[in-house]
Structure formats: structure tokens, C-alpha cells
Nanobody, 122 residues
Framework: QVQLVESGGGLVQAGDSLRLSCTASQRVFNNLAVGWFRQAPGKEREFAAVISGSGHGTSHADSVQGRFTISRDRAKNLVYLQMDSLKPEDSATYFC???????????????WGQGTQVTVSS
């Protein structure tokens, strides 16, 4: 397992942008697939986006496709989630997670961060 730390959340208005960051101190982080999941109050945690260890493979949930973009900077040990055209329904706690393979399945990830709050006002 790796220790993941998210940052970049905040309170914004509908239509604004935010960029979330996920990092880990362990070098193995660069070899792992990293996913972003989100959880709104009273709802289950849901997949948002995932990127492969190489950075060449990505997948985004239909609900964020075209608005969110996942990327990684291997030199800096960082994975980003660029969120544009934010909507109130995007409000949630966003978690990054690391796993062995590119997957949308939450059970494929065995390392999780503490989460960062994103609130989008209308």
C-alpha cells in the first residue's frame, strides 16, 4: 500500500473549474493505476476517472466525460483531476486511490487517500 494525499478541493460556483491533486511519497506510486472516486452525503462512492501507471490509458465516467480530465506527472509523482464546467451535482468528497490495474471497479484499489471536499454552489 501507499500513502495518498489529495489536495485542491474548495467552494466554487457552477461553471467554475478546480484542479485536484493526488500524490504519494513512495516511488512505486508511478507504477500504479490511480483513480478518482467521489462520494456525496447519503450516496455510495462512485467512480469518476482512472489513469494507468504509464499515463497512456485513461477512462472517465459518463457523468464527467468532456468536463473532467485525469492526467499524471510522473516526474513530480502527481496525478491530477482537472474539473471544468462544474455543476452543483459534482459536489462531493473526492478520493484518490491506487491499484495494480486500470479499472473502474472500486474493489481494484487498495490504497486510499483521506479525501478532499468539493462544493459547487448554483
Amino acid at each position: 500500500q501507499v500513502q495518498l494525499v489529495e489536495s485542491g478541493g474548495g467552494l466554487v460556483q457552477a461553471g467554475d473549474s478546480l484542479r485536484l491533486s493526488c500524490t504519494a511519497s513512495q516511488r512505486v506510486f508511478n507504477n500504479l493505476a490511480v483513480g478518482w472516486f467521489r462520494q456525496a452525503p447519503g450516496k455510495e462512492r462512485e467512480f469518476a476517472a482512472v489513469i494507468s501507471g504509464s499515463g497512456h490509458g485513461t477512462s472517465h465516467a459518463d457523468s464527467v466525460q468532456g468536463r473532467f480530465t485525469i492526467s499524471r506527472d510522473r516526474a513530480k509523482n502527481l496525478v491530477y483531476l482537472q474539473m471544468d464546467s462544474l455543476k452543483p451535482e459534482d459536489s462531493a468528497t473526492y478520493f484518490c486511490a491506487a491499484g495494480a490495474s486500470l479499472s473502474r471497479d472500486i474493489s481494484s484499489f487498495n490504497s486510499w487517500g483521506q479525501g478532499t471536499q468539493v462544493t459547487v454552489s448554483s
